[in-house]
């Protein structure tokens, strides 16, 4: 499809656009964070995630949309302020996923096993865990959070990507929702494909970050001396923290476009259907021109 296409190709002049910006959202999130989790005794720790990667994903739709040529000045605390509302209410369609899931995945267990489906052997499950069952509620578990959690994204692409664009100077004001669940398919594609990449280069990143980490900490401590990394296994560790930002850019990109998409589809549909129910006023400057 076009717009997984466009996506991909515009994806890594967002990229492009994002590391320095990502480096100081990181940088002011965590001194921002770290003194509010002291003054709320760490209860804020719970949403601090969720609020500071819909703020990254909504930094990332505004370059998306320069990209495509907007250059609209962006209003951060605009920005600031829907990263709260929006990453709440992400946060809480997470959770819900996630207890669809847990219930799905022991209902599937039970049905593999044909075992009665009952809310006693949802409440009593785990005291009768045996191997089949659990073989098969993890493996339904996996499957189902995965899908329940894309279709939380793909659902929200479009609102999301509509409040980067209202983030921009002098923009117009739409529905919260605006755009819930457009252009489902192409988007689910790209999200399916970037999450279940985004969990492998998550992997390689940890393992080469932790790995340093854990180089520099035993040859500061025993040696006291400054640890030398081989520069192919740095390069290695750099490109796999680039390929999973550019994953994330790649579903910003997609986002922006999908609302481009749709908006220009609705406004020549709306265009249509006034040619075809021509009001009053039109009416009257019509028949006006026919007499002169």
């Given at each position: 499809?076009a717009?997984?296409?466009?996506?991909?190709?515009l994806s890594?002049?967002?990229?492009g656009?994002m590391i320095?910006?990502l480096?100081g959202?990181?940088?002011?999130?965590?001194?921002?964070?770290?003194?509010?989790s002291?003054?709320s005794?760490?209860?804020?720790?719970?949403i601090?995630g969720?609020?500071?990667a819909?703020?990254?994903?909504?930094?990332?739709?505004?370059a998306?949309?320069?990209v495509?040529g907007?250059?609209?000045k962006?209003?951060y605390?605009?920005l600031?302020?829907?990263?709260v509302?929006?990453g709440?209410v992400l946060m809480?369609?997470k959770?819900g996923?996630v207890?669809?899931?847990n219930?799905?995945a022991?209902?599937?267990a039970d049905?593999?096993?044909?075992?009665?489906?009952?809310v006693q052997n949802?409440v009593n499950a785990?005291?009768?865990?045996?191997?089949g069952?659990?073989?098969?509620?993890?493996?339904a578990?996996?499957?189902?959070?995965f899908?329940?959690?894309?279709?939380?994204?793909?659902?929200?692409?479009?609102p999301l990507?509509s409040?980067?664009?209202r983030?921009?100077h002098?923009?117009?004001h739409t529905?919260?929702?605006?755009g819930?669940?457009?252009?489902?398919?192409p988007?689910f594609c790209?999200?399916t494909?970037?999450?279940f990449l985004?969990?492998f280069?998550?992997?390689?990143?940890?393992?080469?970050?932790?790995?340093?980490?854990?180089?520099?900490f035993?040859a500061?401590i025993?040696?006291?001396?400054?640890p030398d990394f081989?520069?192919e296994f740095?390069?290695t560790?750099v490109l796999?923290?680039?390929g999973?930002?550019?994953?994330h850019?790649w579903g910003?990109?997609?986002?922006?476009m999908?609302?481009?998409?749709s908006?220009?589809a609705?406004?020549?549909k709306q265009t249509?259907?006034?040619a075809f129910n021509p009001?009053?006023?039109?009416?009257l400057r019509?028949?006006r021109k026919?007499?002169?």
């Amino acid at each position: 499809m076009a717009l997984i296409y466009k996506s991909f190709v515009l994806s890594f002049s967002v990229l492009g656009r994002m590391i320095w910006p990502l480096l100081g959202v990181f940088v002011v999130a965590t001194v921002i964070w770290g003194i509010l989790s002291m003054l709320s005794l760490g209860y804020s720790d719970v949403i601090s995630g969720p609020i500071t990667a819909t703020f990254i994903a909504l930094m990332g739709m505004r370059a998306a949309f320069s990209v495509l040529g907007d250059n609209s000045k962006t209003s951060y605390d605009i920005l600031a302020l829907y990263a709260v509302l929006y990453g709440l209410v992400l946060m809480i369609a997470k959770a819900g996923a996630v207890l669809v899931s847990n219930f799905s995945a022991v209902i599937f267990a039970d049905w593999q096993l044909g075992t009665a489906v009952s809310v006693q052997n949802l409440v009593n499950a785990e005291r009768a865990l045996q191997s089949g069952f659990a073989l098969y509620a993890i493996s339904a578990n996996i499957v189902f959070t995965f899908v329940l959690y894309t279709l939380v994204h793909v659902a929200m692409a479009v609102p999301l990507a509509s409040a980067a664009c209202r983030a921009g100077h002098r923009s117009k004001h739409t529905g919260f929702f605006h755009g819930f669940g457009r252009k489902f398919i192409p988007l689910f594609c790209v999200f399916t494909l970037t999450f279940f990449l985004q969990f492998f280069f998550n992997l390689i990143s940890a393992f080469f970050a932790l790995l340093m980490l854990f180089g520099s900490f035993v040859a500061m401590i025993f040696f006291q001396t400054v640890p030398d990394f081989d520069p192919e296994f740095i390069i290695t560790g750099v490109l796999a923290g680039l390929g999973l930002i550019w994953l994330h850019a790649w579903g910003w990109t997609a986002s922006a476009m999908a609302l481009i998409d749709s908006d220009q589809a609705m406004s020549e549909k709306q265009t249509k259907v006034q040619a075809f129910n021509p009001t009053p006023e039109l009416d009257l400057r019509a028949l006006r021109k026919s007499r002169e």
